[in-house]
């Protein structure tokens, strides 16, 4: 039994991290195709010359930031007011947009915003791509601050508030500071996934704005190249660093 | 309590759920009664024909091959979470960094994986390539592009989802039961079927819902490794959205998945004492 499952859990975590790591290894390769010829970083070399690559690298990192930041300080704040007393309508919105499947949540802004815009002229781009991505992170934020919030002792701030503390400065001075891992874990988490969008942005960019999966994706169902093996493994890596990072902050008392 | 600062506190989140999630379905509802125009558009009159085509055979198909689909990569994925959860349980100190390793793919890119396996399965990918040199076939085998390959894709995307709650549910077994059983005469598999496979039951229930409801909602997986030849209800819905421009029963099928999705949750949710977010 005890072999059974050593042996089933290496051959599991083979599938599980083989795929990249084989990925990863083909981004060094000289040549183009999948033979192995040689260490090279032409790939990489390719990726940071091509205009277009980096113009949606940076529109990337522009919206993860703006919506990280928006839906951190909503997503903190809700959830400071969620913990102080329920609110079963916020919870179930929250937890709505949590298990909508992507395709439906793009969709459905598709059509909200093609609705607004009948009657504002408005366009599509990247003030859409911004707003979508603050709402789908947000229910993360809330999630991951809330789960922190009731480990913690709300006598703590009443004990301010007795010593005259306002309410908000017991917040601001007691709560958030204890509260300031799990919030820069949940800016992380909320990073990541904005980064990673690829569906819902596809659908709420218009025509002029591009991001960084949706030329991955247009690389990808051509065939791909070296170069998405390339761009891929910078992202994983940093991406996996960022989320190392955040787990460390998280699981610190 | 002071009420204002929590209203306040409250109120950027409220605002934003209401304008992007509240309006936005309350739209799709408003579609989804309504007729597609001549150039795409929504128009009156109201009606229920969008819900009727989805009796149709040809959409009824694609809505059930969904449900298929994602069943198939929960079972498959359960199974093989298990031994997974299992060994990490019993994995004394390595435990937390075998966990990590689980969490690591899972949390990097849904993209990169997906696109991983195409560079793999593919005609010019590296199993073919190596499968071609040493002469074990003559042509490339026809990996990619199949339903195999989207089963594939959506097992590996979802694995993580299964482990977590599965060792959860394993790390709260009382090891002496198991002790107790092998005392009495028990043998590996019958104290696996009859004590660690029913008390792990919360955690099988949660880790099946974990991965069933993105599986029935998985719209790149299929677009990628399907090679747009394998359409599920995701697909469906982007393809009236887009080619064919028919937005009141795109935001149709749109519902019934939601719905779909919703039920499912509500029969999870009022079986557990505990909040299931």
């Known amino acids: 039994m005890k072999r059974t499952l050593a042996a089933s859990a290496v051959l599991l975590y083979a599938f599980l991290h083989a795929p990249l790591l084989v990925l990863a290894m083909f981004s060094f390769n000289q040549g183009r195709f999948t033979v192995w010829e040689g260490f090279s970083l032409r790939w990489y070399e390719e990726a940071w010359r091509d205009a277009r690559l980096v ?3 940076a529109n990337s990192l522009w919206i993860a930031a703006t919506a990280t930041l928006l839906a951190t300080v909503a997503g903190t704040l809700c959830a400071y007011g ?8 916020l919870m179930t919105a929250l937890s709505v947009s949590l298990v909508t499947p992507e395709i439906v949540t793009g969709i459905a802004l598709l059509a909200l915003f093609q609705w607004l815009f009948r009657y504002a002229g408005l366009q599509l781009g990247l003030h859409t791509v911004i707003l979508a991505h603050v709402s789908f992170c947000l229910a993360f934020v809330v999630l991951v601050v809330l789960a922190r919030l009731r480990t913690m002792d709300a006598a703590l701030e009443e004990a301010a508030m007795d010593l005259g503390a306002r309410e908000w400065e017991a917040f601001l001075r007691v709560t958030l500071p204890n509260l300031l891992p799990a919030v820069l874990s949940a800016a992380l988490l909320a990073f990541t996934i904005s980064f990673d969008d690829y569906v819902i942005t596809s659908l709420v960019a218009g025509v002029d704005t591009e991001t960084l999966p ?30 190392l990072l955040a787990e460390g902050l998280r699981k610190k008392p | 309590m002071n009420t204002r600062l929590r209203a306040a506190a409250l109120a950027p989140a409220a605002a934003l759920m209401i304008a992007t999630v509240g309006v936005p379905f309350a739209v799709l509802a408003a579609y989804a009664f309504q007729s597609r125009g001549a150039y795409g558009g929504v128009v009156p009159p109201w009606t229920l024909e969008n819900w009727q085509r989805l009796a149709d055979p040809l959409y009824l198909g694609i809505l059930l091959r969904s449900f298929f689909v994602a069943a198939v990569s929960t079972a498959l994925c359960l199974v093989m979470a298990f031994p997974l959860a299992m060994a990490i349980t019993r994995s004394g100190r390595w435990k937390n960094l075998l966990l990590a390793l689980v969490m690591l793919p ?10 991983a396996w195409m560079f793999l399965l593919r005609d010019t990918g590296l199993i073919n390539s190596l499968l071609l040199k040493a002469g074990l076939i ?3 085998l026809p990996l990619l592009y199949n339903w195999g390959a989207v089963v594939l894709g959506l097992v590996y995307a979802h694995l993580p989802f299964m482990v977590l709650p599965l060792y959860a549910a394993l790390e709260r077994q009382e090891p002496h039961l198991l002790e107790a059983a092998a005392d009495l005469g028990a043998r590996d598999w019958q104290a696996f079927w009859r004590i660690t ?25 299929p677009d990628l490794l399907g090679g747009g030849k394998t359409i599920l209800a995701g697909t469906l819905i982007q393809n009236q959205f887009t080619a064919a421009r028919d937005w009141p029963f795109g935001a149709a099928v749109s519902l019934a998945l939601m719905a779909a999705v919703l039920v499912l949750l509500w029969l999870e949710a009022r079986r557990r004492e505990e909040p299931l977010l």
């Open chain 1, 82 to 89: 969620l913990w102080k007393r329920e609110s079963r309508m």
């Open chain 2, 197 to 221: 496979l029913p008390l792990a039951a919360p955690g099988i229930r949660a880790g099946i819902l974990l991965v069933f409801i993105p599986c029935l909602g998985t719209y790149l997986i």
């Open chain 2, 106 to 115: 899972f949390w990097t890119s849904l993209l990169i994986r997906t696109y």
């Open chain 1, 214 to 243: 949706m030329v991955l994706y247009a690389m990808a169902r051509r065939g791909g190249s070296p170069v998405v093996n390339a761009i891929s493994t910078v992202i994983v890596v940093l991406l996996g660093a960022g989320i």
């Open chain 2, 138 to 140: 003559n042509e490339p």
């Open chain 1, 55 to 57: 113009e949606a690298a």
